[in-house]
Antibody
Framework: QVQLLESGPGLVKPSETLSLTCTVS????????WSWVRQPPGKGLEWIGY???????DYNPSLKSRVTISVDTSKNQFSLKLSSLTAADTAVYFC???????????????WGQGTMVSVSS | QSVLTQPPSASGTPGQRVTISCSGS????????GYWYQQLPGTAPKLLIY???QRPSGVPDRFSGSKSGTSASLAISGLRSEDEADYYC???????????FGGGTKVTVL
């Protein structure tokens, strides 16, 4: 079965750029849409953006100026970069797969376990 | 402030039926599929209901979803202790151009 695993630093300094990678195992990254979702401690879920295996992306308008999502099909991975970090970006970051062939119709059916990222000096 | 409005909490005794509402607008729930997720403490969200009322394989039929107009609902019948969790609704918002979630509902089994 398909599994997702996030990796990256647990602590990042304010104003720096966060880089996270999601590795897809048990299946191909091709023919699916993939998203990043985050959850601040004790709060709700926030969609960050998605990427298609071909490289097409779309981002949350509230984060668009700071977000870049990329894909490496040869490694079966996709990645998140979030710049100009502040304490408000402290959250658990999840990667997830969209359930169908449209990223706006089909939500997330498979999720990674999540990785906690703290923004602090 | 979430785009989709859920009650912050709901509760019931074992065996009871609990319903959680998710109120949106014509640009989100009113024109797109509704989804529901269950999140146990310290874990990733788990897909519970997709495309308004479908259950993924392995999800008990005690969980059911529905949609009417600009609102969606999740019902849990025959409430069990293991159903204690946070529940989130989600949908695409055409105006915002992205996925939006409800603020979450904490279900407590008394």
């Amino acid at each position: 079965q398909v599994q997702l695993l996030e990796s990256g630093p647990g602590l990042v300094k304010p104003s720096e750029t966060l880089s996270l990678t999601c590795t897809v195992s048990g299946g191909s990254i091709s023919s699916y849409y993939w998203s990043w979702v985050r959850q601040p401690p004790g709060k709700g879920l926030e969609w960050i953006g998605y990427i298609y295996y071909s490289g097409t992306t779309d981002y949350n308008p509230s984060l668009k100026s700071r977000v870049t999502i990329s894909v490496d099909t040869s490694k079966n991975q996709f990645s998140l970069k979030l710049s100009s970090l502040t304490a408000a970006d402290t959250a658990v970051y999840f990667c997830a797969r969209h359930a169908g062939d449209s990223a706006s119709y089909y939500a997330f059916d498979i999720w990674g376990q999540g990785t906690m990222v703290s923004v602090s000096s | 402030q979430s785009v989709l409005t859920q009650p912050p909490s709901a509760s019931g005794t074992p065996g009871q039926r609990v319903t959680i509402s998710c109120s949106g607008s014509s640009s989100n729930i009113g024109s797109n599929y509704g989804y529901w997720y269950q999140q146990l403490p310290g874990t990733a969200p788990k897909l519970l209901i997709y495309t308004n009322n479908q259950r993924p394989s392995g999800v008990p039929d005690r969980f059911s979803g529905s949609k009417s107009g600009t609102s969606a609902s999740l019902a849990i019948s025959g409430l069990r202790s293991e159903d204690e969790a946070d529940y989130y609704c989600a949908t695409w918002d055409d105006s915002l151009g992205g996925w939006v979630f409800g603020g979450g509902t904490k279900v407590t089994v008394l």
